[in-house]
């Protein structure tokens, strides 16, 4: 019988890597290690950065170093 919480660690093992690295304002680091954790693209890599941002911000907003409205300078948009 295979393992149902299998998928579900490991993206929370995976998400565990990057989640510092968004608290630090580290987002191209952060992208590195989306794309290489999930296999995906550039723009879905963002996109999911952008998503796990938005709940890490509304869910732990006090383990941010950068505040909220310079989180995204110099990122451009992609």
Do not use: C
Not at 19 to 27: A, K, M, S, V, Y
């Amino acid at each position: 019988m295979p393992d149902e919480t299998a998928p579900t660690q490991q993206t929370e093992e995976s998400w565990s890597k990057v989640d510092p690295l968004i608290f630090e304002g580290r987002r191209i680091q952060a992208l590195i290690q989306i794309r290489a954790a999930f296999d995906v693209g550039l723009h879905d890599g963002v996109d999911l950065l952008r998503e796990r941002y938005e709940t890490l911000r509304a869910e732990r907003p006090e383990n941010f170093k950068v505040e909220h409205d310079d989180y995204w300078d110099g990122f451009g948009s992609l």
